[in-house]
């Protein structure tokens, strides 16, 4: 035998261990053992039959809930067992409400409490009413989207999509009573942040933990969120390797699109909005990171979701609409598209980590293997199959060196006529060498393919 999550030991006893009964009530019930030291050792109590006879209405009196008292007998020591169910309404002690985690008792405050006596009650955090706010203040475009995106993924009655948003909230079950709820708002208020801080989302990018290059905030509502951190994250934190089959330009970005897409789905709809800290994403040359606040269902561990799990979102009420947009699945597999996505693209298995923080996901992007002693334009001219004559070489290679060059100077610095470097200019670029990037005059050269 062992202290555990229902099981804990006390020498003798004192009033203040009435805060292990309330906790055990909270929580998942258990025994408190008076009569056993630290170690385990039976070293009993004296005066156990008066305690057997005053503890059942002490606990009933200060607690408000019955618990059973046993007298028990080990190597000629008494003890008390003192035996508590689990009860399905929060229990205080001298107004405080603790609770039993692992092997410890915890004083729940702040957003934790509110979490717990939401539970007790059979709600959650995205299905508390707010006030002053109805569907007229709700983003128009933002149903239109919706409407079109459920109409795909065939998972609304097209009957419901035809409706007003305001019926269309009550069939998602964003309503309670005559208020919305705080899912509603999130996922449709055009300004959420009014009502929870810190509902936005934080990108950067590092080249190292503590070297910040650029960074940039995403805000509106859950479904603007979801389209303008992918659209961010392509277009300007990712590197996209160039290949060529025959005359096509093909692009592939660092990670694959299906395992970004879960992963900040699953950011999103898992977060735990109380805690009025942003999502952050951070990108390096070698990873990304996704972190959100939140954890893992009760008496979840890390590796099950390795493995096949049931579905059990942190914010049912968003994780339901995110399902009827098409967007996320209602079976648990988020995680492990993730997984298979990564596989599937040749690159690390992701990790997940989760502490007192918050959740991390990180996945490694592909490891670069360069080829020593080549130059530049040599990698690019056998990644198209060819070798680049000498002048096209030199011309690259200015270009690679200084992007602000212009023509008149190219043909200077290389003994050629303005003629001859546009013609090889005009090639080179048509072959994906090289890109203009911004207007003729201010603008740079951008050798691609490195």
């Known amino acids: 035998m062992s202290e555990s999550q229902h099981v804990e030991w006390k020498e003798s006893w004192r009033d203040e261990y009435l805060k292990w009964v309330c906790g055990f009530a909270n929580a998942d ?3 408190l053992i008076v009569g056993r030291n630290d170690e385990g050792e039976a ?11 005053t503890l059942p209405n002490k606990v009933r009196d200060l607690l408000g809930i019955i618990v059973d008292v046993n007298l028990v007998e080990e190597a000629g020591k008494q003890m008390l067992e003192i035996v508590v169910e689990p009860y399905p309404y929060p229990i205080s002690y001298k107004g405080q409400y603790h609770y039993r985690t692992g092997s410890t008792k915890q004083e729940l405050k702040g957003a934790a409490l509110d979490q717990f006596l939401l539970k ?8 508390v009413p707010v006030p002053h706010v109805t569907a007229d203040d709700l983003n128009a475009k933002t149903f239109d989207d919706f409407k079109a995106q459920a109409m795909k993924s065939k998972r609304v009655d097209e009957e419901v999509l035809g409706e007003s948003n305001a019926h269309l909230l009550e069939r998602l079950h964003l309503n309670d009573g005559a208020y919305l709820k705080r899912a509603a708002v999130l996922l449709f208020h055009p300004d959420p942040e009014r009502f929870v801080t810190g509902a936005y989302v934080k990108i950067g990018y590092f080249a190292s933990d503590d070297d910040l290059r650029y960074q940039d905030e995403v805000h509106g509502n859950l479904f603007e969120q979801v389209k303008g951190c992918l659209d961010l994250l392509r277009t300007k934190y990712m590197k996209a390797e160039i290949r060529y089959e025959g005359a096509q330009r093909i692009e592939e970005f660092s990670y694959p699109d299906a395992a970004l897409r879960e992963a900040l789905l699953n950011a999103i709809a898992h977060k735990d909005y109380s805690g009025g800290t942003p999502i952050q994403i951070s990108v390096y040359d070698n990873k990304m990171m996704f972190w959100n606040e939140g954890k893992l269902p009760e008496h979840w561990t890390i590796a099950q979701l390795s493995e096949k799990h049931p579905s059990k979102p942190h914010n049912p009420d968003i994780a339901n609409a995110f399902f009827r947009a098409g967007l996320i699945e209602s079976w648990g597999r988020g995680t492990l598209k993730i997984l298979k996505a990564c596989a599937d693209a040749g690159l690390p298995v992701p990790t997940y980590k989760y502490d007192l923080s918050g959740f991390i996901l990180e996945m490694p992007g592909k490891t670069r293997v360069e080829t020593p002693g080549k130059t530049a334009q040599e990698k690019l001219g056998e990644k198209l199959g060819e070798k680049l004559g000498e002048n096209r070489q030199a011309i690259v290679s200015a270009m690679d060196s200084e992007p602000t060059i212009t023509i008149t100077e190219l043909a200077n610095k290389l003994g050629l006529s303005t003629t001859a470097i546009e013609n090889n200019v005009k090639w080179l670029r048509e072959k ?13 050269w951008k050798v691609l393919g490195e």
Do not use: M, N, T
């Open 43 to 53: 070293v009993g109590i004296a005066d156990a039959r008066q305690l057997l006879e």
């Open 29 to 31: 019930g258990g025994v």
């Open 432 to 444: 994906g060498y090289i890109q203009r990037v911004g207007p003729a005059k201010g603008g740079y």
């Open 120 to 127: 007790k009650q059979g709600k959650r955090w995205d299905g």
